[in-house]
Protein backbone atom coordinates (compact mmCIF):
# COMPACT_ATOMS: atom_id res chain seq x y z
CA UNK A 1 0.00 0.00 0.00
CA UNK A 2 2.75 2.07 0.96
CA UNK A 3 4.45 1.43 -2.69
CA UNK A 4 1.27 3.15 -3.84
CA UNK A 5 0.56 6.31 -2.05
CA UNK A 6 3.08 8.74 -4.71
CA UNK A 7 0.77 7.30 -7.47
CA UNK A 8 -2.41 7.62 -5.84
CA UNK A 9 -1.27 11.25 -4.81
CA UNK A 10 -0.62 12.31 -8.73
CA UNK A 11 -3.48 10.81 -9.49
CA UNK A 12 -5.74 12.54 -7.48
CA UNK A 13 -4.31 16.26 -7.69
CA UNK A 14 -4.66 15.68 -11.93
CA UNK A 15 -8.28 15.02 -10.92
CA UNK A 16 -8.74 17.94 -8.85
CA UNK A 17 -7.10 19.70 -11.11
CA UNK A 18 -9.04 18.44 -14.00
CA UNK A 19 -12.52 19.24 -12.10
CA UNK A 20 -11.60 22.89 -11.95
CA UNK A 21 -11.20 23.29 -15.66
CA UNK A 22 -13.80 24.61 -17.21
CA UNK A 23 -15.47 22.28 -19.82
CA UNK A 24 -15.47 24.27 -22.69
CA UNK A 25 -11.39 25.28 -22.22
CA UNK A 26 -9.16 24.48 -25.05
CA UNK A 27 -7.26 20.68 -24.41
CA UNK A 28 -4.05 20.54 -23.72
CA UNK A 29 -1.23 18.39 -23.47
CA UNK A 30 1.32 19.39 -20.68
CA UNK A 31 0.24 19.66 -17.22
CA UNK A 32 3.22 20.52 -14.43
CA UNK A 33 2.74 18.77 -11.09
CA UNK A 34 4.89 18.39 -7.79
CA UNK A 35 5.69 15.15 -5.30
CA UNK A 36 8.02 16.03 -2.16
CA UNK A 37 10.53 18.11 -3.89
CA UNK A 38 10.20 17.08 -7.33
CA UNK A 39 8.72 18.28 -10.46
CA UNK A 40 6.31 16.49 -12.71
CA UNK A 41 5.38 16.63 -15.90
CA UNK A 42 1.95 14.65 -17.20
CA UNK A 43 2.80 12.34 -13.78
CA UNK A 44 6.03 11.78 -14.31
CA UNK A 45 9.22 12.95 -12.87
CA UNK A 46 10.69 15.33 -15.24
CA UNK A 47 14.18 14.03 -16.63
CA UNK A 48 12.89 10.20 -15.56
CA UNK A 49 15.80 8.14 -14.70
CA UNK A 50 18.67 10.70 -15.06
CA UNK A 51 21.52 11.46 -12.94
CA UNK A 52 24.98 13.01 -13.68
CA UNK A 53 28.38 12.93 -12.41
CA UNK A 54 26.54 11.10 -9.15
CA UNK A 55 23.77 13.33 -8.36
CA UNK A 56 20.22 13.00 -9.08
CA UNK A 57 18.64 15.08 -12.01
CA UNK A 58 15.15 13.44 -12.20
CA UNK A 59 12.52 15.78 -10.88
CA UNK A 60 14.85 19.14 -11.60
CA UNK A 61 13.03 21.49 -13.36
CA UNK A 62 16.24 23.25 -15.43
CA UNK A 63 15.05 26.86 -16.89
CA UNK A 64 16.01 30.08 -18.74
CA UNK A 65 15.21 33.57 -17.78
CA UNK A 66 13.19 35.04 -20.72
CA UNK A 67 10.89 37.57 -19.64
CA UNK A 68 10.96 40.00 -22.55
CA UNK A 69 8.78 37.34 -24.69
CA UNK A 70 5.55 39.54 -24.55
CA UNK A 71 7.32 43.06 -24.38
CA UNK A 72 6.49 46.03 -25.58
CA UNK A 73 7.12 49.67 -24.61
CA UNK A 74 3.90 52.38 -24.26
CA UNK A 75 5.99 55.38 -23.63
CA UNK A 76 6.55 56.60 -26.74
CA UNK A 77 10.11 59.00 -25.57
CA UNK A 78 11.54 55.86 -25.34
CA UNK A 79 10.01 52.77 -27.75
CA UNK A 80 12.84 53.93 -30.35
CA UNK A 81 15.86 52.80 -28.38
CA UNK A 82 14.43 49.23 -28.67
CA UNK A 83 14.58 48.82 -32.10
CA UNK A 84 15.98 46.04 -34.27
CA UNK A 85 19.68 46.45 -35.97
CA UNK A 86 18.09 45.47 -39.42
CA UNK A 87 14.86 47.58 -39.47
CA UNK A 88 15.44 50.41 -37.15
CA UNK A 89 11.91 49.95 -36.05
CA UNK A 90 10.63 48.02 -32.72
CA UNK A 91 8.25 45.39 -33.78
CA UNK A 92 6.66 43.61 -30.26
CA UNK A 93 5.00 40.86 -32.97
CA UNK A 94 8.13 39.89 -34.50
CA UNK A 95 9.99 39.62 -30.84
CA UNK A 96 7.06 37.21 -29.75
CA UNK A 97 7.50 35.18 -33.22
CA UNK A 98 11.02 34.89 -33.10
CA UNK A 99 10.45 33.62 -28.94
CA UNK A 100 8.41 31.06 -30.76
CA UNK A 101 10.60 30.11 -33.13
CA UNK A 102 13.42 29.47 -30.87
CA UNK A 103 11.43 27.23 -28.48
CA UNK A 104 12.29 23.89 -30.12
CA UNK A 105 15.53 23.92 -30.02
CA UNK A 106 16.12 25.32 -26.17
CA UNK A 107 13.98 21.99 -25.92
CA UNK A 108 16.09 20.23 -28.02
CA UNK A 109 18.83 20.82 -25.59
CA UNK A 110 16.85 19.70 -22.45
CA UNK A 111 15.40 22.91 -21.63
CA UNK A 112 12.13 22.44 -19.56
CA UNK A 113 11.00 25.97 -18.35
CA UNK A 114 11.28 29.28 -19.08
CA UNK A 115 10.33 32.48 -16.26
CA UNK A 116 7.86 34.95 -18.24
CA UNK A 117 6.57 38.34 -16.56
CA UNK A 118 3.30 40.30 -17.19
CA UNK A 119 5.33 43.53 -16.67
CA UNK A 120 8.73 41.72 -17.97
CA UNK A 121 12.08 42.79 -16.75
CA UNK A 122 14.65 45.39 -17.39
CA UNK A 123 15.12 45.72 -20.43
CA UNK A 124 18.97 47.01 -20.39
CA UNK A 125 19.61 43.61 -17.92
CA UNK A 126 20.17 45.81 -14.72
CA UNK A 127 18.34 49.44 -14.30
CA UNK A 128 17.97 51.90 -11.25
CA UNK A 129 15.28 53.91 -13.19
CA UNK A 130 12.48 52.06 -15.77
CA UNK A 131 11.16 55.34 -17.66
CA UNK A 132 9.49 52.84 -19.89
CA UNK A 133 6.66 51.19 -19.68
CA UNK A 134 6.37 47.77 -20.14
CA UNK A 135 2.99 46.00 -18.42
CA UNK A 136 0.15 43.87 -19.49
CA UNK A 137 -1.63 44.96 -16.63
CA UNK A 138 -3.06 48.08 -16.69
CA UNK A 139 -4.10 50.69 -14.37
CA UNK A 140 -7.02 49.43 -12.83
CA UNK A 141 -5.81 45.29 -13.22
CA UNK A 142 -7.14 45.08 -16.27
CA UNK A 143 -5.33 43.03 -19.01
CA UNK A 144 -3.99 44.65 -21.89
CA UNK A 145 -5.76 42.24 -25.40
CA UNK A 146 -2.60 42.39 -26.76
CA UNK A 147 -0.01 41.39 -24.43
CA UNK A 148 -2.20 38.60 -23.51
CA UNK A 149 -2.71 37.39 -27.19
CA UNK A 150 1.37 37.23 -27.16
CA UNK A 151 1.17 35.49 -24.01
CA UNK A 152 -1.23 32.96 -25.40
CA UNK A 153 1.13 31.96 -28.56
CA UNK A 154 3.85 31.33 -26.16
CA UNK A 155 1.81 29.22 -23.88
CA UNK A 156 0.31 27.48 -26.42
CA UNK A 157 3.71 26.68 -27.64
CA UNK A 158 5.37 25.75 -24.86
CA UNK A 159 2.58 23.31 -24.34
CA UNK A 160 3.07 21.71 -27.61
CA UNK A 161 6.30 21.09 -26.39
CA UNK A 162 5.82 19.75 -23.05
CA UNK A 163 7.51 22.87 -21.10
CA UNK A 164 6.62 24.68 -18.02
CA UNK A 165 6.19 28.52 -18.10
CA UNK A 166 7.15 30.51 -14.63
CA UNK A 167 4.75 33.12 -14.89
CA UNK A 168 5.74 36.57 -13.00
CA UNK A 169 3.07 38.79 -12.66
CA UNK A 170 4.69 41.87 -11.28
CA UNK A 171 7.73 43.59 -11.68
CA UNK A 172 9.50 46.33 -9.57
CA UNK A 173 9.75 49.83 -11.50
CA UNK A 174 6.29 48.39 -12.83
CA UNK A 175 4.38 47.82 -10.17
CA UNK A 176 3.66 51.23 -9.68
CA UNK A 177 1.89 51.46 -12.91
CA UNK A 178 -1.57 49.84 -11.22
CA UNK A 179 -3.18 52.71 -8.89
CA UNK A 180 -3.68 51.10 -5.46
CA UNK A 181 -4.13 47.27 -3.72
CA UNK A 182 -7.42 46.71 -4.83
CA UNK A 183 -5.79 47.42 -9.02
CA UNK A 184 -3.35 44.11 -7.39
CA UNK A 185 -5.59 42.40 -6.15
CA UNK A 186 -7.74 42.33 -9.25
CA UNK A 187 -4.53 42.21 -11.82
CA UNK A 188 -3.96 38.70 -10.09
CA UNK A 189 -7.42 37.50 -9.79
CA UNK A 190 -8.13 38.59 -13.71
CA UNK A 191 -4.50 36.53 -14.63
CA UNK A 192 -5.83 33.49 -13.14
CA UNK A 193 -8.88 33.63 -14.36
CA UNK A 194 -7.84 34.08 -17.71
CA UNK A 195 -4.96 31.05 -17.46
CA UNK A 196 -8.36 28.93 -16.05
CA UNK A 197 -10.50 29.83 -18.99
CA UNK A 198 -7.74 29.08 -21.44
CA UNK A 199 -7.40 25.61 -19.48
CA UNK A 200 -3.59 25.81 -19.19
CA UNK A 201 -1.76 23.24 -16.85
CA UNK A 202 1.76 24.02 -17.63
CA UNK A 203 2.29 27.20 -15.53
CA UNK A 204 3.87 28.07 -12.23
CA UNK A 205 3.17 31.04 -10.48
CA UNK A 206 5.88 33.89 -9.68
CA UNK A 207 3.76 36.24 -7.51
CA UNK A 208 6.31 38.87 -8.49
CA UNK A 209 9.91 39.12 -9.16
CA UNK A 210 12.35 39.74 -5.88
CA UNK A 211 10.05 40.69 -3.55
CA UNK A 212 12.01 42.46 -1.17
CA UNK A 213 13.24 44.99 -4.05
CA UNK A 214 11.85 48.53 -4.62
CA UNK A 215 8.06 47.75 -4.98
CA UNK A 216 5.92 50.78 -4.21
CA UNK A 217 2.51 48.71 -3.22
CA UNK A 218 2.87 46.82 0.17
CA UNK A 219 1.09 43.79 -0.64
CA UNK A 220 4.20 43.08 -2.69
CA UNK A 221 6.67 43.76 -0.33
CA UNK A 222 8.10 40.89 1.83
CA UNK A 223 6.06 41.02 4.91
CA UNK A 224 2.37 41.29 2.87
CA UNK A 225 3.46 38.95 -0.28
CA UNK A 226 2.16 35.22 1.27
CA UNK A 227 -1.50 37.38 1.01
CA UNK A 228 -1.59 36.95 -2.75
CA UNK A 229 0.52 33.52 -2.50
CA UNK A 230 -2.66 32.49 -0.90
CA UNK A 231 -4.79 33.95 -3.10
CA UNK A 232 -3.16 32.15 -5.81
CA UNK A 233 -3.54 28.93 -4.24
CA UNK A 234 -7.52 29.16 -3.12
CA UNK A 235 -8.27 30.59 -6.92
CA UNK A 236 -10.50 27.66 -8.70
CA UNK A 237 -7.74 27.15 -11.43
CA UNK A 238 -5.43 25.68 -8.09
CA UNK A 239 -2.34 27.36 -9.38
CA UNK A 240 1.17 26.66 -7.50
CA UNK A 241 2.91 29.26 -6.58
CA UNK A 242 5.53 31.22 -5.17
CA UNK A 243 7.65 34.55 -5.01
CA UNK A 244 11.31 35.74 -5.60
CA UNK A 245 13.88 37.25 -3.99
CA UNK A 246 16.68 39.09 -4.97
CA UNK A 247 20.19 37.57 -5.56
CA UNK A 248 21.76 35.94 -2.60
CA UNK A 249 18.68 35.73 -0.37
CA UNK A 250 17.13 33.62 1.35
CA UNK A 251 13.25 32.91 1.70
CA UNK A 252 11.56 34.18 4.90
CA UNK A 253 9.69 31.89 7.09
CA UNK A 254 6.40 33.32 6.30
CA UNK A 255 6.96 32.99 2.18
CA UNK A 256 8.21 29.24 2.90
CA UNK A 257 4.80 28.53 4.71
CA UNK A 258 2.50 29.13 2.24
CA UNK A 259 4.92 28.45 -1.04
CA UNK A 260 4.26 25.45 -3.05
CA UNK A 261 8.24 25.55 -4.24
CA UNK A 262 11.04 28.14 -3.46
CA UNK A 263 12.40 30.55 -5.66
CA UNK A 264 16.17 31.89 -5.52
CA UNK A 265 17.93 33.93 -7.30
CA UNK A 266 22.12 33.89 -7.66
CA UNK A 267 22.19 37.02 -9.10
CA UNK A 268 25.76 38.23 -7.60
CA UNK A 269 27.06 35.13 -6.05
CA UNK A 270 30.35 34.45 -7.49
CA UNK A 271 31.40 31.89 -5.17
CA UNK A 272 29.42 28.40 -6.60
CA UNK A 273 30.02 27.14 -2.72
CA UNK A 274 27.32 30.12 -1.65
CA UNK A 275 25.11 29.01 -4.55
CA UNK A 276 24.86 25.19 -2.79
CA UNK A 277 24.52 27.09 1.11
CA UNK A 278 21.64 28.96 -0.25
CA UNK A 279 20.09 25.43 -0.94
CA UNK A 280 20.90 24.25 2.46
CA UNK A 281 19.99 27.40 3.95
CA UNK A 282 16.40 27.36 2.46
CA UNK A 283 15.70 23.93 3.83
CA UNK A 284 16.36 24.78 7.64
CA UNK A 285 14.47 27.81 7.43
CA UNK A 286 11.26 27.52 9.84
CA UNK A 287 7.98 26.07 7.87
CA UNK A 288 9.80 24.11 4.79
CA UNK A 289 8.52 20.88 4.61
CA UNK A 290 9.78 18.62 1.47
CA UNK A 291 8.70 21.04 -2.01
CA UNK A 292 11.15 21.95 -4.86
CA UNK A 293 14.11 24.41 -4.58
CA UNK A 294 14.48 26.46 -8.04
CA UNK A 295 16.72 28.95 -9.14
CA UNK A 296 15.18 30.61 -11.83
CA UNK A 297 17.79 33.92 -12.09
CA UNK A 298 21.83 33.50 -11.98
CA UNK A 299 23.97 35.25 -14.44
CA UNK A 300 27.03 33.45 -12.65
CA UNK A 301 28.42 31.30 -16.05
CA UNK A 302 31.67 29.80 -15.77
CA UNK A 303 30.05 26.88 -18.08
CA UNK A 304 33.66 25.73 -18.80
CA UNK A 305 35.08 25.30 -15.37
CA UNK A 306 34.60 22.54 -13.29
CA UNK A 307 32.80 24.19 -10.49
CA UNK A 308 29.80 26.60 -11.29
CA UNK A 309 26.60 27.91 -9.82
CA UNK A 310 24.47 25.59 -12.13
CA UNK A 311 26.54 22.82 -11.27
CA UNK A 312 26.70 23.61 -7.33
CA UNK A 313 22.86 23.95 -7.28
CA UNK A 314 22.49 20.59 -8.60
CA UNK A 315 24.60 18.99 -5.82
CA UNK A 316 22.07 20.23 -3.10
CA UNK A 317 19.34 18.75 -5.46
CA UNK A 318 18.40 22.63 -6.56
CA UNK A 319 16.30 23.45 -10.16
CA UNK A 320 18.88 25.98 -11.84
CA UNK A 321 18.11 29.02 -14.21
CA UNK A 322 20.06 30.94 -16.70
CA UNK A 323 19.66 34.99 -16.82
CA UNK A 324 21.64 36.15 -19.85
CA UNK A 325 21.73 39.96 -20.53
CA UNK A 326 24.11 41.96 -22.90
CA UNK A 327 26.76 42.75 -21.30
CA UNK A 328 28.73 46.32 -22.12
CA UNK A 329 30.60 46.23 -25.64
CA UNK A 330 28.26 43.31 -26.43
CA UNK A 331 25.88 43.06 -29.76
CA UNK A 332 22.38 42.31 -30.82
CA UNK A 333 23.58 38.53 -30.80
CA UNK A 334 24.04 38.33 -27.13
CA UNK A 335 21.81 38.81 -24.22
CA UNK A 336 18.06 36.98 -23.85
CA UNK A 337 17.02 40.01 -21.16
CA UNK A 338 18.12 43.25 -23.07
CA UNK A 339 15.60 44.84 -25.90
CA UNK A 340 15.78 43.94 -28.93
CA UNK A 341 16.47 40.26 -28.43
CA UNK A 342 18.19 37.32 -30.13
CA UNK A 343 16.25 34.73 -29.48
CA UNK A 344 19.01 31.89 -31.31
CA UNK A 345 21.53 30.02 -29.39
CA UNK A 346 23.57 33.06 -30.74
CA UNK A 347 26.69 33.88 -28.92
CA UNK A 348 29.47 31.99 -27.41
CA UNK A 349 27.72 32.32 -23.56
CA UNK A 350 24.21 31.31 -24.85
CA UNK A 351 26.28 28.27 -26.78
CA UNK A 352 28.13 27.46 -23.81
CA UNK A 353 24.41 27.38 -21.43
CA UNK A 354 22.85 25.02 -23.57
CA UNK A 355 26.12 22.61 -24.04
CA UNK A 356 26.41 22.41 -20.63
CA UNK A 357 22.30 21.65 -19.83
CA UNK A 358 22.30 18.96 -22.96
CA UNK A 359 25.10 17.05 -21.36
CA UNK A 360 23.65 16.70 -18.03
CA UNK A 361 20.17 16.03 -19.14
CA UNK A 362 21.62 13.30 -21.65
CA UNK A 363 19.28 14.78 -24.22
CA UNK A 364 20.64 14.84 -28.08
CA UNK A 365 20.29 18.19 -29.84
Not at 152 to 158: N, Q, R, S, T
Request: include cysteine; glycine fraction near 8%.
Amino acid sequence: MKAMAPLLLILLTTALACAETPANAPRRQTEVRIHGEAFLINGEPTYKGRSWNGHKIEGLLFNSRMVQAIFDDLNERTRDQWAYPDTKKWDPERNTREFITAMPQWRKHGLLAVTLNLQGGSPQGYSKEQPWHNSAITEEGSLRPDYMARLEKVLDKADELGMVVILGLFYFGQDERLKDEEAVKRAVDNALDWLTKKGYRNVLIEVNNECNVRYDHAILKPDRVPELIERVKKHPGRFLAGTSYGGGKIPEANVVKVSDFLLLHGNGVHDPQRIAEMARQSRRVDGYRPMPILFNEDDHFDFDKPHNNFRAAISEYASWGYFDYRMKGEGFDDGYQSVPVNWGISSPRKKAFFQLLSEITGEKP
